[in-house]
């Protein structure tokens, strides 16, 4: 019998053992094994053969496999939205034709009123210096472009998309005229859009740079060879294959809690630009150093089969059956009765993750994420105020920052790989593209508390003001003040330093004479700074309450009041007391 369901799919073509794997494993007869007979050799069973090289007919075949799967019986999430009137496209596409003389005759396009399938890529645009469409050789590119000229990344994606008989594709840096800010505003503006309606992303999850490419041959450890025919219980016989055990827990999730590992093996997942692609695609073929893999709305797939497809809860569809609104399915057990604040999770989900990320410029950070946070708009999320939201605004201030070797849940961590990973962004930094109630005023992971979901909220929001006028409120700072109404005491810092912890505190000693604690600081602040912020004022604010089992917590923001804006407070920290008799016998007052 078989110790696990290989639950074998399309048989692919059977490929000889390698030599390296022969003379590590021996001849290998034909009778039962179990996974745990591969384990020990150090290998694990799959369940589909794996190509020496993403280029190879395979592959091809594969990738048609699952978009003609997916076209055709993922009719219920995996269609691209097609709203009358709703439907932005983009101004320019690149239309491929085999030419004379070259592979290729590829050229810059406008767009009309099409109903025409077009393909868009997804990748690092890297330290080099690619070709791009600028005010100066947009009339030439639109007669043809060099496919020699091309880097590498846009060379195979052009080459995926005519062998899938697709005649179009979308790359940004031939497409937007990169140094008109003007035409780049009004299409970068489009980029949800442009991902959400493609017939298929490329992505190139394992290029660090457009020049690398999105074929590659895949390392001997990615490779498989045939084990031999496994025999079931009811006597049925299939063919097997052992690889060397490679993780896939990139795609088990969109959050940091897994997969953050995979950033050195998919330099895509650490690109800001990127999740929000990812997010947006109705499918996705990642070109990884050693796989295919496939994600759409509705399943996750690789080419070793490992990857269970179907109902799967993480990932992409996983992602996809949190955001669907619930309506008639009651049965559906993991959405929230409440689904503002389900979906406000989802968004606090969606930006933890994408805070650990990088991106070129700072000022990208609300750019970068526009077409998620408009997407979240439909979903019943309203009023966005920079990164939060008017009807979950107490929640959605209270986000924190991690200190020194700390994760989400406080504990030190110990793992080396993960630390080198996050270390530049420990402690947080505070950036001025944002005011300090967002979390965009960070540069460095954020978080949210998952304690506060019976807390109710403290503070009510009176109105925001405007910052400079946009035409996408989506994609820049669109609110510089917040006007809120709460509960505010007053008293200075007291700080100390936990030795064994070493994480900052601080205590606010309350003119009143009592003392709130539990709180800290966005940032990791210098002695230096600790001596002369002892002689300030400092305030902190009411933000949600919960009574439970005859105790009383609360959360509140510390503030400070900004020297360049008399009468008005700045963020510096956030707490969380077991006590709510410090906020006793005080008014409420207005805060700006």
């Known amino acids: 019998m078989l110790q696990r369901n290989l639950n074998l799919g399309r048989q692919e073509k059977v490929a000889e053992p390698s030599s390296c794997a022969s003379r590590k494993v021996g001849h290998v007869p034909q009778q039962q094994y179990t ?39 993922h009719t219920t999430y995996c269609i691209p ?9 983009a101004a320019r596409f690149l239309h491929i034709r085999e030419g004379l003389g070259q592979p290729f005759d590829v050229r810059v396009v406008a767009a009309t009123e099409h109903n025409y399938r077009y393909i868009a890529l997804s990748y690092c645009w890297g330290r080099s210096k690619s070709l791009t469409t600028t005010s100066q050789n947009l009339a030439a590119h639109c007669r043809t472009i060099s496919f020699k000229a091309l880097p590498g990344t846009f060379q195979d994606a052009i080459i995926i998309t005519q062998r899938l008989g697709i005649q179009y594709i979308w790359i940004d840096a031939l497409c937007i005229v990169q140094d008109d800010k003007e035409d780049w505003d009004r299409e970068s503006a489009k980029m949800a859009s442009i991902y959400q309606h493609s017939y298929l992303t490329i992505s190139a999850t394992a290029g660090a740079s457009s020049d690398s490419g999105c074929f590659s041959r895949r390392p001997r450890q990615g490779q498989s060879f045939r084990l031999g025919a496994l025999e079931s219980t009811s006597g049925e016989k299939t063919v097997v294959y052992l690889r060397e055990k490679l993780e896939h827990t990139a795609f088990h999730g969109f959050t940091t809690s897994t997969g953050i590992k995979d950033h050195g093996e998919y330099p895509m ?17 990642h070109y990884s150093a050693t796989e295919l893999i496939w994600e759409c709305r509705t399943s996750v797939e690789c080419e070793c089969g ?16 949190k955001l669907r609104r619930v309506d008639h399915n009651a049965a559906v057990k993991d959405i929230a009765t409440d689904s503002t604040r389900h979906f406000a999770k989802s968004w606090e989900e969606i930006i933890t993750d994408y805070t650990t990320m990088s991106l070129t410029k700072e000022s990208d950070i609300f750019p970068a994420i526009a077409g998620v946070a408009n997407m979240m708009q439909t979903k019943g999320l309203d009023g966005y105020l920079a990164g939060l939201w008017d009807n979950d605004i107490a929640r959605g201030l209270l986000w924190y ?20 990973l996050y270390k530049d962004s420990y402690p947080a930094k505070i950036s001025r593209r944002a005011s300090s109630w967002s979390w965009a005023s960070i540069l460095g992971p954020v978080h949210w ?23 996408n409120h989506f994609f820049a700072m669109s609110h510089n003040l917040l006007i809120l109404r709460g509960v505010v005491v007053k008293g200075k810092l007291s700080w100390f330093d936990d030795e064994e912890c070493r994480m900052n505190f601080v205590e606010l000693q309350l003119d009143s004479g009592k003392t709130l604690y539990g709180a800290q600081l966005d940032t990791a602040p210098k002695q230096e700074e600790l001596r002369m912020m002892s002689d300030c004022v400092f305030y902190s604010m009411r933000v949600l309450m919960l009574d439970e089992n005859r105790e009383k917590w609360t959360w509140g923001l510390i503030l400070r009041e900004d020297q360049a804006q008399p009468g008005c407070f700045k963020r510096i920290g956030w707490h969380n007391a077991q006590l709510n008799h410090v906020y006793e016998d005080v008014e409420e007052s207005e805060v700006v």
């Open 401 to 420: 920052t991690s200190h020194e070797r700390y994760n989400i849940n406080g504990s030190y961590m110990a793992d080396e790989f993960l630390w080198n």
């Open 81 to 89: 939205p097609s709203i009358p009137g709703e439907r932005a496209t």
């Open 35 to 73: 996974d745990d007979d591969a384990q020990l050799l150090g290998f694990t069973m799959v369940r589909n053969h794996v190509a020496s090289h993403s280029d190879s007919d395979e592959c091809l075949k594969q990738l048609q496999f699952w978009l003609d799967k997916c076209t055709n019986q």
């Open 306 to 321: 490992t990857l269970q497809g179907g109902n799967v809860s993480w990932g992409k569809p996983g992602l996809e059956r």
């Open 269 to 285: 997942f650490s690109r800001g630009w990127c999740l929000q692609e990812r997010i947006l695609s109705p499918r996705i073929i």
């Open 449 to 471: 508390h998952t304690d506060t979901e019976d807390a109710v909220s403290a503070v009510k929001l009176i109105r925001a003001e405007p910052a400079l006028s946009t035409t």
